[in-house]
């Protein structure tokens, strides 16, 4: 079992739909949590972070963590053509003195005009 | 403030040629990150460096990689002995102080192809 499974994988929708975009991990050390935007051919941008379970907005953007079931999502609002993109879930693993993020590998979005 | 700089963008290789790839933090960062992209994969750990030292090199293959964060200078990642399964998008990332805020701030990457 992947470390962090992210899912589904590309999606296409409307202007103004609502996105869910979601992973689940298997590692309970994980601490943070993080939401990372990438454009095609840029590298990532971090979108949103979230360290403890439970919700946390920001304009269009929720990102909720349930660490009892070791799930994570992001739910976009009224969804834009620009954001149009691929977005990835990452998690910080604390190891032997290192940190590091593990990403999933990413769910390429469309919204189409 | 300039991002992270990475160079080259785009480099083409040989199968058994060497490839550096160079990357400069973000002004006053000392902290920073390899991380290698695959075709419908997401981005893979490689290296984590502070100014002159290794901290954790655990997504490094054995053999032919190697990265250094020299006091002076940018952070160099460099392939020797290139194959076709090294083709990939390479992504730096810097960071102020590790990972507290989760923030990791990425570089353009730099796109090698083996030929």
């Known amino acids: 079992q992947k470390e962090v499974e992210q899912d589904p994988g590309p999606l296409s929708v409307p202007e103004g739909a609502i996105v869910s975009l979601n992973c689940t991990y298997s590692?309970?050390?994980?601490?943070?949590f993080m939401w990372y935007r990438q454009y095609s051919r840029k590298g990532p941008e971090l979108l949103m972070y979230?360290?403890?379970?439970g919700n946390k907005e920001d304009g269009r953007f929720t990102a909720q963590v349930d660490k009892s079931s070791k799930y994570i999502s992001l739910f976009i609002r009224d969804s834009q053509p620009s954001d149009s993109a691929t977005y990835l879930c990452a998690m910080k693993e604390s190891q032997g003195g290192s940190e590091k993020l593990v990403f999933g590998k990413g769910t390429k979005l469309t919204v189409n005009p | 403030n300039a991002g992270v700089m990475q160079n080259p963008r785009h480099l083409v290789r040989r199968r058994g040629q060497e490839a550096r790839l160079r990357c400069s933090p973000m002004?006053?960062?000392?902290?920073v990150y390899w991380y290698r992209q695959l075709p419908e994969e997401g981005l893979k750990f490689m290296v984590y460096l502070q100014k002159e030292n290794i901290i954790d090199e655990s997504g490094m293959p054995k053999e032919r990689f190697s990265a250094e964060f020299p006091k002076e200078g940018p952070s160099i990642l460099r392939i020797q002995q290139v194959v076709r399964g090294d083709s990939a998008a390479y992504f730096c990332?810097?960071?102020?102080?590790?990972?507290?805020?989760?923030?990791?701030?990425f570089g353009e990457g730099s796109r090698l192809t083996v030929l």
């Open positions: 990332a810097s960071s102020l102080s590790g990972l507290n805020t989760g923030e990791l701030f």
């Open positions: 590692n309970s050390a994980f601490q943070y």
């Open positions: 002004k006053g960062h000392s902290h």
């Open positions: 979230t360290y403890s379970s």
